[in-house]
């Protein structure tokens, strides 16, 4: 959950500044633009943030399901058979 607080009180933080803008702006078209941007992005990033957490949790389920990989039967065998390798020639 501390993953997701900081950015949710970003977008608290859009909000709260683009209902600022919205009370003062009076008859300012440009604060109220501002402020209409501002309420925009935030909402981009909510719906940025929930399918962040759908794609996470998504992901956590499928490596949780998935079954270890066997291990190599091979891997020892290999390891005791190798041999070091010879000197090389001087040229």
Same mark, same amino acid.
């Given at each position: 959950?501390?993953?997701?607080?900081? #950015?949710?009180?970003?977008?608290?933080? !859009? *909000?709260?500044? +683009?209902?600022? !803008?919205?009370?003062?702006?009076?008859?300012?078209?440009? *604060?109220?633009? $501002?402020? !209409? +941007?501002?309420?925009? @992005?935030?909402? %981009? @990033?909510? %719906?940025? *943030? @929930?399918? !962040?957490?759908?794609?996470? +949790? /998504?992901?956590?389920?499928? /490596?949780?399901?998935?079954? #270890?990989?066997?291990?190599?039967?091979?891997?020892? /065998? +290999?390891?005791?058979?190798? =041999?070091?390798?010879?000197? =090389? =020639?001087? $040229?």
């Amino acid at each position: 959950m501390g993953v997701v607080r900081a #950015p949710v009180f970003g977008i608290i933080g !859009l *909000l709260c500044a +683009a209902g600022a !803008l919205i009370v003062f702006a009076g008859d300012s078209m440009a *604060l109220k633009a $501002t402020a !209409l +941007a501002l309420f925009g @992005v935030a909402c %981009v @990033v909510a %719906v940025s *943030l @929930v399918f !962040l957490a759908i794609g996470k +949790a /998504e992901d956590a389920e499928r /490596e949780a399901s998935k079954p #270890p990989p066997p291990p190599n039967p091979h891997a020892g /065998e +290999a390891a005791r058979r190798s =041999r070091p390798r010879p000197p =090389r =020639r001087p $040229t």
